[in-house]
Nanobody, 121 residues
Framework: VQLQASGGGLVQAGESLRLSCAASQITVARYGMGWFRQAPGKEREFVGV????????SYADSVKGRFTASRDNARNTVYLQMNSLKPEDTATYYCAAGPRASTSSSDCDYWGQGTQVTVSS
């Protein structure tokens, strides 16, 4: 199983990025797909999750109103649209798949390799 995250980069505060997570050997339509991030020296934290149908989403308070998680089951890919980025959003971002939409990393069975997002002030 492979979850290939991409789309990270270096941007200035206020700019946007869209992360993608392409899956192979699993069908994302059967999984809740979450996004997590980990900054240097900090624990991994929940960012957002999109439910199996795509109609359910949940976000961390720190990103609510700025980030949007979505899925394209036909492309077996999920996305994280990140707007109005802040320096505190700097982290490695991971996508993960679990049997249900969950905010807990312990509920995820499969993880991507991570993509770095750096936001300069």
């Amino acid at each position: 199983v492979q979850l290939q995250a991409s789309g990270g980069g270096l941007v200035q505060a206020g700019e946007s990025l869209r992360l993608s997570c392409a899956a192979s050997q699993i069908t994302v339509a059967r999984y809740g797909m979450g996004w997590f991030r980990q900054a240097p020296g900090k624990e991994r934290e929940f960012v957002g999750v999109v439910g199996l149908s795509g109609g359910y989403t949940s976000y961390a308070d720190s990103v609510k109103g700025r980030f949007t998680a979505s899925r394209d089951n036909a492309r077996n890919t999920v996305y994280l649209q990140m707007n109005s980025l802040k320096p505190e959003d700097t982290a490695t971002y991971y996508c993960a798949a679990g049997p249900r939409a969950s905010t807990s990393s312990s509920d995820c069975d499969y993880w991507g390799q991570g993509t770095q997002v750096t936001v300069s002030s």
